[in-house]
Each structure stands twice: as C-alpha cells, then as structure tokens.
C-alpha cells in the first residue's frame, strides 16, 4: 500500500527526462516512462537525448501507451549536426515539439572542464576520444551568429520550444535578447540551478526580465550530483517569482530514482519549504504547458 499521494502529479509536465536507449545506461526506455507517468496522471514529459534525436522513442511511445504525452526533442550537438538549422527543420518536420542548444559539445562546457568543473564528466564521456568541434552560438567577436538567429525564427514560425542546453550566461543573454526582439516567447534557459556560480541571481533576473522561462532542477540535489540544498532553489524563486519559472528532474540516470518518483520528492520538498501549492502547479503544469505550446 502507498502511503504517498501521486495524485500532485496529475497534470504534470517534466519538460527534461533523460531517456534510453542512449550511449550510456539509463533509468528506462520512453515506454517504461510514459507507464509510470500515465499511473500518476502526469500529462506530458519531454523525451532528452545529448546525441540523438527522440522523435522517434516519442513516437512508437505515444501508439503503445495511451496517456501521458511523450514530446520528442532534438539537441543540437556534433552527432546531430551541431548548430544546424537545417538538422532543426527536420527534427521539428518529424515530430520534435523542444529543440536544445549545445549540452555536451558546448564551448563552454568544454571550458569549464578544463577548469575542473563536474561537466568535464560529460563533455569527455561523450566524445569517446575523437576529435569534437566546440559548439557556441557567438562569433570570435561575440555577435550571435547567424545560424542561431535563424535557429529562432524556425522555432517561432513553427510553434516549438528551444532551449539553451549547456551554454555560457552570455550567450544565453544574447539568445534572450534576439528572442525578445523577435517576439519568440518559448525560450527556456535550462536548470540554472546547476551552476549558481556562473549563473549568478542578477544574470538569471536578466535573463528573466528578457522574457526568458527559467527551469529550476531536482538532478542538482540528487547524491553523486550536486548534492545542492532544495533551499537555494526556493531562494532563486522567491527572487524572481513563479511567473516563467519550470520545475524539472533531470533524470533518467541509472544512479538516480524513477523520473516520476523524483518529480513528486522534488515537488514535497519545496512544499516543505514554504511554496504554496498554486506556485507548485503553476511552475509544474502551467508554465511548461505554455512553453510547449500544449494549450
């Protein structure tokens, strides 16, 4: 018998699962997730992949299980044809409803690692030792380059979501301004969480006053992760509201628990640390619907 409640997760939208098969192990396949989230009436999650697209995990999902939607994405690393507006013509054609900037071929995560920052892991683990170009949105004069304007414009005309994957605070900065400027509002700056030390308040007030969503992750808690204290995500929220902002896991590791399971620690969690119930469901369900498009 549960002595837990999954019904906080009806209508919920985790908007970044990690899913397998991949080149590395992970929690499960896309129809094992959408079982589990269909049993808690969760309404969609978006299916993540660092070197492929998930178009079609989402797809054969969606004819097996019928319930929660599963949302194909395509992130945009060597492997999928770096920053290629023509790889984001095809995904989006094909079914992709998120597209995201570089993860683990990023520039800047390759730039960190040589700090000894806990990207090196990722971006590392994921070349498999061959040469890897390092991916950024910015010239060598730090104009954004024209490749991810039109990245926007693609993402706008066709309704999608596009996020900034792993990419430094400027160029998501430049990225938010374009996106402003274009009137593109389904931009989402991914898991600032992760690094408060780059992506300090006033950065992630900026970004947010550009019109940007903001997604605040529980990964960053989990033991052998960050490990970071739940607290300092109540403290980014409480600065710059629930407006834009989107609670996610993060998951699909092997090292960490069901996806599902993780979504309903994460929300318990901020409960207990004074968020109201309307903020939960604004930032768990409304927001990322809005982002997607799905309303």
Sequence with gaps: MKLYDDSILEG??????????????????????????????????????????????AEAANRIVQGTQVIGSIT?????????????????????????????????????????HWMGHYVHSSSFGY???????????????EEAREIIRICKKEGVA?????????ECL????????TGFKNFEITHVNHWTEYFTIDIVKEL?????????????CSPL????????????????????????????QVLSPAPVQGLRVF????KSLGVSVTDLDRMLKINPARLLNLD
């Design 12 to 57: 919920a939208i985790d908007i970044h699962i990690h899913c397998g098969p991949d080149y590395i192990p992970r929690y499960a396949d896309c129809i094992t997730l959408a079982e589990e989230a269909t049993a808690c009436g969760m309404r969609a999650f978006v299916a993540k992949s660092h070197l492929t697209s998930t178009v079609g995990m």
């Design 267 to 270: 929300y318990y969690a901020l």
């Design 131 to 145: 040469p890897t170009e390092q991916l950024s949105v910015l010239d060598n004069k730090g104009n954004l380059k």
């Design 208 to 220: 947010w006053e550009l019109g940007a969503y903001i997604s605040l992750s529980y990964g960053a």
């Design 174 to 181: 430049a990225l938010a301004k374009e996106s402003k400027e």
């Design 76 to 116: 945009l690393n060597g492997p999928t044809g770096g920053i290629s507006p023509r790889s984001v013509i095809i995904a989006v054609k094909s079914g992709a409803r998120v597209v995201w900037f570089p993860t683990v071929d990023a520039k800047y995560g390759y730039e960190k690692a040589a700090e000894g």
């Design 225 to 252: 992760h960050g490990r970071q204290n739940p607290q300092e995500i109540v403290d980014i929220i409480k600065q710059i509201g629930t407006e834009r902002v989107i609670l996610v896991t993060d998951y699909g």
């Design 162 to 170: 596009l996020c900034s994957g792993h990419i430094s605070p400027e």
